[in-house]
Nanobody
Framework: QVQLRESGGGSVQTGGSLRLSCSVS????????MVWFRQAPGKEREAVAS?????IIRYSDSAEGRFTISQDSATLFLQMNNLKPEDSAVYYC????????????????????????WGQGTQVTVST
């Protein structure tokens, strides 16, 4: 059983930075996708950054160049710079085993319903 817990959300002004953390506990398979999703009110949950056990990293178009995903042995991070009001959302980390036949390039493309393990979410609010 995998347990995820996010922290680090908060309120910042446009152009500010935040670093989100997701502590990971439990058994992590050697082939695992780790993804940061976000969901704003009235919008669908969207993936913004992903990584896998081999270190393949992918970003959404909105996150590219501003967000950085990284991980150590027990924590997944999301460094967010140059934040914009449209980045305001609840941010979630998610994880699941990477299906055979796919590699880490695909982690960002799997829908939220494909991910079994989720944290409780952390709110990010960016004001003008």
């Amino acid at each position: 059983q995998v347990q995820l817990r996010e922290s680090g959300g908060g309120s910042v002004q446009t152009g500010g930075s935040l670093r989100l953390s997701c502590s990971v506990s439990g058994y992590i398979h050697a082939r695992t996708c780790m993804v940061w999703f976000r969901q704003a009110p009235g919008k669908e949950r969207e993936a913004v950054a992903s990584t896998d056990s081999s270190g393949i990293i992918r970003y959404s178009d909105s996150a590219e160049g501003r967000f950085t995903i990284s991980q150590d042995s027990a924590t997944l991070f999301l460094q967010m710079n140059n934040l914009k009001p449209e980045d305001s959302a609840v941010y979630y980390c998610a994880a699941d085993r990477l299906p055979w036949g796919f590699d880490g390039e695909s982690c960002l493309t799997f829908p939220p319903t494909d991910y079994t393990y989720w944290g409780q979410g952390t709110q990010v609010t960016v004001s003008t």
